[in-house]
């Protein structure tokens, strides 16, 4: 609502004579002018002056594309290069954040208003936060969960994640689909000039830069801990018969790990570049190529394991390892214009007709087109009509683009941990 001024002063009379009928009318008017001065310190700033009570604009993000964009800073301060890719998902933050198939990117958030119900240390998705940074509209001033332990403020600036807020993200999604993904640079330092972070962003490159050896494991070990009962769903179909899986690790997310473990495998988690001999030799009852971040095409040595594995045993592969296990068999794989990321995603499995709602994070697909004879195409995106899932019958291997373990969710692809153990029942019955 717009208030106009009253001048007092011209006027010539008291306030309350203004309000009345037969107020005289002012024969001179006068103007004040009032000037201020502060003291200042040697680097010119006023001494003695109380800040302002809110945030300024005190960061910026340059796009590749030229444009500049004025935000809030959050989390760590700094000057990081990232892909800038926008995700759907209407909660779940925490879980995106310390998703390792995030490495390199800045992660934008289509819903607006982030960071309401905290963090806590039950959600994490793996030992760390490997993402550039975190880009959203509205940062909450206050949490409300009766499960958070820190702000999500505190929770980035102690991990050394930059984030920014007060940012147009409806504008920089609608180019990010327009021109598809876009290098950025994320800036908090006034030294540094926009021309000097867009030279930064138009010289870094995430296409064919091996992103899995910064997030794998450096050693084997064991994985023990099932979804906590309070949490668990889908407990048909467990015979109770434990199998031997052995989980490569190219970004692995814990939930995968808590599912299969929740269906009764004893897992074994290797690194990335576990050699395929060694896993040979733990006879594992069958194989999981996990998720993980950028080109499958810049790991030449993650599909040369997998090209060692398949066929001698059952093989699950889920996101990079559906891509890996595409390039194993043959088959090429390319870069989306702006990927998938987000929690609901339509998926047609093929097998059964029906339409699942899908948690996916990726930026390559499966050229189906260039797979051999007897590979099947089992589920494809509902969206683009994108390869969203592979079987090859022969060799025992199916493989997903998107997360089956979808934590927080949705649960709808959850069962294909049960076929998969089924799988691996079946040929161990046959052997």
Request: hydrophobic share 35%; net charge negative.
């Amino acid at each position: 609502m717009a208030v106009k001024a009253m001048n007092f002063a011209a006027l010539g009379s008291t306030p309350h004579a203004c309000f009345a009928s037969n107020a005289p009318k002012p024969t001179k008017g006068r103007v004040f002018a009032v000037r201020f001065s502060a003291t200042r310190s040697s680097d010119g700033a006023a001494i003695g002056l109380a800040e302002r009570p809110w945030k300024v604009a005190d960061a910026r993000l340059v796009l590749e594309d030229g444009s500049v964009w004025r935000a809030k800073s959050f989390g760590a301060s700094g000057t990081q290069v990232g892909e800038v890719v926008f995700n759907t998902s209407l909660t779940g933050y925490q879980e995106i954040l310390t998703d390792p198939s995030y490495a390199g990117q800045f992660v934008l958030m289509t819903n607006p208003h982030i960071g309401n119900t905290g963090v806590n240390f039950d959600d994490e998705e793996s030992r760390q936060c490997f993402l550039a940074g975190l880009v959203i509209r509205s940062l909450s001033i206050t949490t409300s969960n009766w499960r958070c332990t820190e702000t999500l403020d505190d929770y980035l600036a102690e991990r050394n994640i930059m984030g920014i807020y007060d940012v147009d993200t409806r504008a920089i999604t609608r180019r990010l689909r327009q021109d598809g993904s876009l290098i950025g640079v994320l800036s908090t330092e006034k030294s540094k000039t926009d021309e000097e972070l867009l030279e930064m962003s138009r010289s870094w490159d995430i296409v064919g830069v091996d992103l899995i050896s910064g997030v794998s494991c450096d050693a084997p070990y064991e994985w023990v801990d099932k979804t906590r009962p309070a949490w668990d769903f889908n407990n048909d179909g467990r015979d109770g018969e434990a199998y031997h899986a052995v989980a490569y690790d190219f970004g692995i997310k814990h939930n995968i790990l808590r599912r299969l473990a929740s269906y009764g495998c004893k897992i074994t988690v290797v690194p990335s570049t576990w050699p395929a001999s060694e896993t040979l030799k733990m006879k594992p009852d069958g194989v999981l190529f996990s998720n993980g971040p950028g080109d499958p095409s810049a790991v030449p040595y993650a599909v040369e394991t997998v090209r060692e594995i398949i066929g001698k045993v059952p093989v699950f592969g889920i996101c990079m390892g559906h891509q890996l296990l595409g390039q194993a068999l043959g088959g090429k794989t390319f870069k989306m214009k702006f990927g998938h990321h987000g929690g609901n995603h339509p998926v047609r499995n093929l097998q059964n007709g029906c339409v699942e709602i899908s948690a996916q994070n990726h930026n390559y697909a499966v050229d189906p087109a260039s797979l051999p004879k007897g590979v099947e195409v089992t589920h494809v995106n509902l969206n683009d009509g994108s390869c969203a899932g592979l079987a090859y019958p022969a060799l025992n291997i199916m493989s997903l683009q998107y997360h089956p373990e979808a934590s927080p969710g949705p649960h709808d692809s959850d069962c294909t941990f049960r076929e998969f153990v089924q799988l691996m029942k079946s040929v161990k019955q046959k052997a």
